[in-house]
């Protein structure tokens, strides 16, 4: 039985909702884990990852965009709280942070199909990416080489990690998502 499709009593409403705070826990837990697995790291922030993005964006398809986005928020800051700061900067935590890592909960507005997954996934990412280039071109504009436009070389330096980022997480998501729905949903039942 998906969430979906559960009747909507108070004791299925409680259940469903201890279900979902769980599956959130487990999912902040597992991408937090899998973000540990650094591929490369780049010098003022960002890096790729063994593919941690991943849990946040099949707890989002399957509990759907709102909670998806609050999920990947809450593994935001968690992950500045816990992790190394290249900024304190306010907007910078927002941004890179809590606004970043909450797009990737925009996966759940799609659907849950495979396909739906994998447009989702890619959306995530992209408003992601765009969050990081904000945040660069305005936090990080000193950074630039001199005469260098701060908003291209935000672009430049945050597609450096997040293109990949983006064909790791999406690879994942193409080869193995109707194995681990199948999985979520055969002990969810």
Request: aromatic share 12%; proline share 4%; glycine share 10%.
């Amino acid at each position: 039985m998906t969430t979906a499709n559960m009747v909507k009593t108070p004791n299925t409403v409680s259940k469903a909702n201890t279900r979902m705070l769980v599956e959130a826990g487990l999912a902040i837990a597992i991408a937090y884990v899998l973000h540990f697995v650094v591929l490369f790291q780049m010098p003022q922030g960002g890096s790729v990852n063994a593919a941690n993005m991943v849990p946040l964006f099949i707890f989002a398809l399957r509990w759907g965009g709102k909670a998806g986005m609050l999920t990947g928020a809450v593994y935001g800051l968690v992950a500045f709280l816990l992790g190394f700061k290249f900024s304190l900067h306010p907007l910078s935590i927002i941004l890179d942070y809590i606004v970043g890592f909450g797009a990737l909960g925009v996966a759940g507005f799609f659907g849950d199909s495979r396909p739906a997954a994998i447009i989702g996934s890619f959306t995530g990412c992209t408003l992601r990416w765009l969050s990081s280039v904000i945040s660069g071109a305005v936090v990080f504009a000193s950074y630039a080489p001199a005469g260098q436009n701060p908003w291209v070389y935000s672009i430049v330096y945050n597609a450096t990690y997040m293109i990949p980022e983006m064909l790791i997480n999406g690879l994942v998501i193409v080869l193995f998502y109707t194995q681990i729905m199948k999985g979520i949903n055969s002990v969810t039942k």
